[in-house]
């Protein structure tokens, strides 16, 4: 089977949804546009590479996440910790015995919301707001996929570093979540 030919003007179709994909991820427009026309500059160097085998969208996001480590490697001096990042969350969250301060709200059908493009509105704005290291470490996680090892090297932090940062990302994002979403959704 014979992968189609590459359209030039395909590929510029697709590069706002690039683009807005790559910002998400590093959070700098700059590095973000650089990231998004080396995957175009890839693809149209290589278009045998593209076999058909999946959506152009598709095979151009594997490329860009590619190009997005690199981005995050050679940037990687400039990326900045927050004071936000040493500020535990888990104090103002939980007690002293381990136990909910105040228990969380009922989230009702969670699944319900993620069909809800309002929904993925207000993540992005709660994963906007995360601070520096730990919105790059969240998206670099659970957005692009990135094994621990490959993250560690990349920002030449420890596991347990990671993991840290990630558990406070996820508890700065459930209380987000819960701001503005869901007892938004309970008020109205």
């Not at 420890?158 to 700065?172: C, G, I, K, S």
Request: glycine share 4%; proline share 5%; net charge negative.
């Amino acid at each position: 089977m014979t992968a189609p030919p590459l359209n030039p003007h395909d590929l510029e179709a697709l590069r706002p949804q690039l683009l807005r994909y790559a910002q998400l991820q590093l959070r700098n427009p700059a590095w973000a546009e650089d990231a998004v026309s080396e995957t175009l500059l890839a693809a149209l160097e290589r278009p045998q590479a593209f076999a058909g085998r999946s959506q152009l969208r598709t095979w151009l996001i594997g490329i860009l996440k590619h190009k997005l480590v690199d981005q995050i490697r050679r940037n990687c001096r400039e990326i900045s910790t927050t004071a936000d990042d040493e500020r535990s969350i888990e104090d103002e969250l939980f007690a002293a015995d381990g136990h909910w301060r105040e228990q969380p709200a009922d989230w009702g059908d969670p699944e319900h919301s993620l069909h809800q493009a309002e929904f993925f509105q207000v993540l992005e704005a709660c994963v906007d707001h995360l601070p520096g290291q730990q919105g790059r470490l969240f998206m670099m996680r659970e957005w692009l996929e990135l094994e621990t090892d490959e993250i560690c090297k990349a920002l030449g932090i420890t596991p347990t570093n990671l993991w840290v940062m990630l558990h406070r990302a996820r508890l700065r994002l459930r209380e987000c979540l819960q701001l503005n979403w869901f007892q938004s959704r309970e008020a109205g």
